[in-house]
């Protein structure tokens, strides 16, 4: 049997990534999802936040990001259905204008306060009397699963193997591992990277190890073609979820089964897509059961509501509640490395902002994996937080 170079666990915009890059490498590489319908990337916005860097390193990869994504659809011979849009982030009435100025100083490119007025000229389908302004800039967009299957068709022209089947088990021999099982067969490889969301958690558990990878439950509704459009990204001008996201990292608290860590989170937003559905919501759950108890109604109803009043057209348009998980780190760093105290196991999750950043990460981290050093990916490195 073929021992590969690299499995990659997860079908997602990083495994997607991961495994076209390592296999552009040189590498032999098998991609095994479970194809289930409800990963992250699945439900995705598809946002490319490139302006957004706070820091050297994430201002370097943030572009890095959009430049990668310029270059996608020619190197993958696939629209990815890039395109640059306004984002909009609404101020609620009532809102300390002045705090969130702030709040977006710190970014290398803030976004631009403008009034309601000007933000319905942006965006013709927001009410004006709704909102006390907003701040804007340019934004990059793709299509999720038009970027995943673009990556997917290069990966395979590229001599990778793709199959869809659960992985059930890690093999761990000693310090070492060795590969991966599914319930019909074991595959050997020389390393095994799991990059399958919220259930890299799971499956690095089931040989022992832990890592600080953490999740949301996140809510939408995902809407039949409208007949209207919506030019804008529009999300609220609020961080409560970062802000959140960056208190719900007490390990203790998410060893508790079945614990709500925080309360959830309500960012009326929507994106409609070149095929003129649209997704609205998202309702964040930090809660440690993949399942936590949710009303899919009352969820439903919550994100309408919130998302009918800044745009009346929404009322009654047809839709589906959708759920996913999504992962994050600590301090808002990708989650990537070799796992210490085994040898032959990575892990490639945790992105915040990942359609900006996992597209140059994986470039990066296709190299790292055989020259083992690189800059920027020593400082994203799960080693951070062992201290291995
Ligand atoms: C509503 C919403 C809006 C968002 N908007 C944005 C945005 O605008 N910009 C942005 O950058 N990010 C956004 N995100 C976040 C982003 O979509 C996710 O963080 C990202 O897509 C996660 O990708 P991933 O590959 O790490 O994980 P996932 O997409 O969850 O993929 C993991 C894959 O692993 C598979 N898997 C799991 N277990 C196994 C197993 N045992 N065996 C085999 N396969 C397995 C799963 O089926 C899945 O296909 C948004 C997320 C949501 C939900």
């Not at 495994?15 to 390592?22: N, R």
Request: overall charge negative; aromatic content about 8%.
């Amino acid at each position: 049997m073929q021992t590969y170079d690299a499995i990659v666990i997860g079908n997602g915009l990083a495994g997607a990534a991961l495994s076209y890059e390592l296999a552009k490498a040189g590498q032999s590489v098998l991609l095994m999802d479970d194809g289930s319908p409800h990963s992250g990337t699945r439900y995705s916005y598809g946002g490319i936040g490139y302006w957004a860097g706070t820091t050297d390193l994430t201002e370097t990869l943030f572009r890095a990001g959009i430049e990668r994504h310029r270059e996608l659809p020619e190197e993958l011979d696939a629209d990815t259905q890039l395109r640059e849009l306004d984002l909009l982030l609404t101020v609620e009435k009532g809102a300390d204008i002045d705090d969130l100025k702030s709040g977006y100083a710190s970014f290398r490119t803030p976004p631009q306060f403008v009034d309601a007025q000007t933000a319905h000229e942006i965006e013709p389908q927001l009410n004006p009397e709704a909102i006390d302004g907003a701040f804007t800039i340019r934004h990059a967009h793709v299509d999720p699963m038009s970027l995943v299957s673009a990556y997917n068709q290069a990966f395979r022209r590229l001599g990778g193997h793709h199959n869809i089947s659960a992985v059930t088990r890690l093999v761990r021999i000693g310090n070492k591992i060795t590969g991966i099982t599914t319930e019909a067969q074991a595959y050997p490889a020389k390393n095994v990277i799991v990059a399958a969301g919220a259930y890299s958690l799971q499956l690095i558990g089931s040989v022992g190890l832990q890592v600080s990878l953490f999740f949301t439950h996140a809510e939408i509704v995902e809407t039949e073609p409208l007949d209207f459009e919506v030019r804008a990204f529009v999300m609220p001008a609020t961080n409560a979820r970062i802000v959140i996201e960056n208190k719900a990292t007490d390990p203790q608290a998410w060893q508790q089964p079945n614990h709500q860590v925080m309360p959830p989170v309500l960012e009326a937003g929507i994106i409609q897509f070149k095929n003129k559905t649209a997704r609205i919501g998202q309702i964040s759950r930090f809660h440690t059961a993949y399942t936590p108890p949710v009303d899919p109604q009352i969820s439903e109803a919550e994100m309408r509501q919130a998302m009918e009043q800044r745009m009346p057209a929404l009322k009654d348009v047809p839709g589906s509640w959708r759920h996913c998980l999504v992962t994050f780190s600590q301090d808002g760093l990708p989650l990537i490395g070799p796992l210490p105290t085994v040898t032959g196991l990575h892990l490639f999750s945790g992105f915040t902002g990942p359609f900006a950043l996992v597209p140059p990460v994986a470039q990066l981290y296709a190299k790292y994996i055989s020259q083992s050093s690189d800059p920027l990916i020593e400082k994203m490195l799960l080693s951070r937080f062992t201290g291995v």
